[in-house]
């Protein structure tokens, strides 16, 4: 379902430049495409699942893909718009499935690793380092 205008950030640079930029790992042109798609990708998934607690998650979600999408020649020949939506239904479909059928869904540890590399692809949050203990023989 197509989202109101309203929920759209203006900018000066289209949401195809942003995808662009995107695809050569802008983390800035990140930013600024998520900042302005972000309510519009929320609304859409929100009015979906009627649940703004599982629109958070899956919002998150969409960016994520959107960020590892981007580099993948096909995402520059698509209208920016319509991509994010489109890939926003999806994830909206596969969460509505998750819940109404027999499929097990991922849970929170999915939800949270989803924000975390949402944080890390904003450029907002370092990325985890992985924790390991070295272990040395005393003698």
Same mark, same amino acid.
């Given at each position: 379902?197509?989202?109101?205008?309203?929920?759209?950030?203006?900018?000066?640079?289209?949401?195809?430049?942003?995808?662009?930029?995107?695809?050569?790992?802008?983390?800035?042109?990140? =930013? &600024?495409?998520?900042? *302005? $798609?972000?309510?519009?990708?929320?609304?859409?998934?929100?009015?979906?699942?009627?649940s703004p607690a599982l629109a958070v998650a899956v919002t998150r979600a969409v960016?994520?893909?959107?960020?590892?999408?981007?580099?993948?020649?096909?995402?520059?020949?698509l209208d920016g718009t319509a991509w994010v939506t489109a890939i926003a239904a =999806? &994830?909206?479909?596969? *969460? $509505?499935?998750?819940?109404?059928?027999?499929t097990p869904t991922l849970g929170t540890a999915y939800d949270d690793l989803l924000?975390?590399?949402?944080?890390?692809?904003?450029?907002?949050?370092?990325?985890?380092?992985?924790?390991?203990?070295?272990?040395?023989?005393?003698?």
């Amino acid at each position: 379902m197509p989202v109101p205008r309203i929920y759209v950030v203006p900018d000066t640079e289209s949401v195809n430049d942003l995808v662009k930029r995107i695809a050569d790992r802008d983390q800035a042109a990140f =930013r &600024r495409f998520h900042r *302005r $798609l972000v309510r519009a990708v929320f609304a859409q998934v929100c009015e979906s699942l009627g649940s703004p607690a599982l629109a958070v998650a899956v919002t998150r979600a969409v960016f994520v893909e959107v960020w590892r999408l981007a580099p993948m020649p096909a995402s520059r020949q698509l209208d920016g718009t319509a991509w994010v939506t489109a890939i926003a239904a =999806r &994830r909206a479909a596969d *969460r $509505l499935r998750g819940i109404n059928g027999p499929t097990p869904t991922l849970g929170t540890a999915y939800d949270d690793l989803l924000g975390r590399e949402l944080a890390v692809a904003l450029g907002t949050e370092p990325p985890a380092q992985p924790r390991t203990s070295f272990h040395t023989p005393t003698e």
